[in-house]
């Protein structure tokens, strides 16, 4: 099966961020394929590698971006819900003439279209939100 | 045009162009929460504006608090909050020819469509005549057009 998956919300305080997570992994490793993770809404704030949670918790940015190594995964953070909320990476920095960027390792920042394409091509797109 | 800034219009243009061919699926976007208060409305609203440039059949259903959005009228001075309800408008010219709205949600809410913004799109088929954009349909319509579409969007 190709999944596409959607993240609407942000990172700690709300479940469906870790649900996301979990249903990516397992999908990838019972071998399906995912085609590309988008990351909306405050869902953007799971791509900033500036998150620094305690030792004890898992750590969410860098969970996604280990799961991207491994598997190639397309991790892709909505611009226009990016610039709202501050997740910048080199070219956004340079554009808006920001003085740092933050965006994680294995992210991308893209277009909404990346979101309808991925909704075209996936025989099913997941969603996990409010 | 009123859906962002002029980087957001470039981007929408490159989008027109990396439009897939061949494959045409039905999209309904579902708004179920108030205009404001969140920004699900605003943000969801953007998602399908940009979707319809990409050639597919895309429809709008809005049912529970997602039914406020369509209220004419609406100004957020007070809030001091972006009043994005014009972008509304904008549906038709971006050939969404389908919105529709659950009389059960209106009905609970004090509304009809009476309290709706008019929205219209210009029928090609028929020499551009302006036609209504809003449809209001039964909560078992809604669970048929809802049945019937390929890829669900939830804001």
Redesign the interface.
Known sequence: MKFAV?VNEGPYTHQASDSAFQFTRAALELGHQVIRVFF??DGVNNGTRLTTPPQDDRHIPNRWSELAREHELDLVVC???AQRRGVVDEEEQKRNGKDANNIADGFRIS???Q???A???ADR?V?F?? | MNIGNQQQFLQHQNLNEERQSGIVKKFLYINRRAPHGTNYAQEGLEVALIGAAFDQEVAMAYLDDGVFQLKSGQDTRAIGTKNFSATYRALGDYDVKRVYVERESLERRGLSEDDLMSLVYEDEDDDWEEKPLIHVVSASEMQRIISESDVLLNF
Do not use: K, R
């Open positions: 959607l909306y809404h611009v226009a819900a277009g909404l279209g979101l309808i394409e909704g075209i091509q797109l969603t939100g409010d």
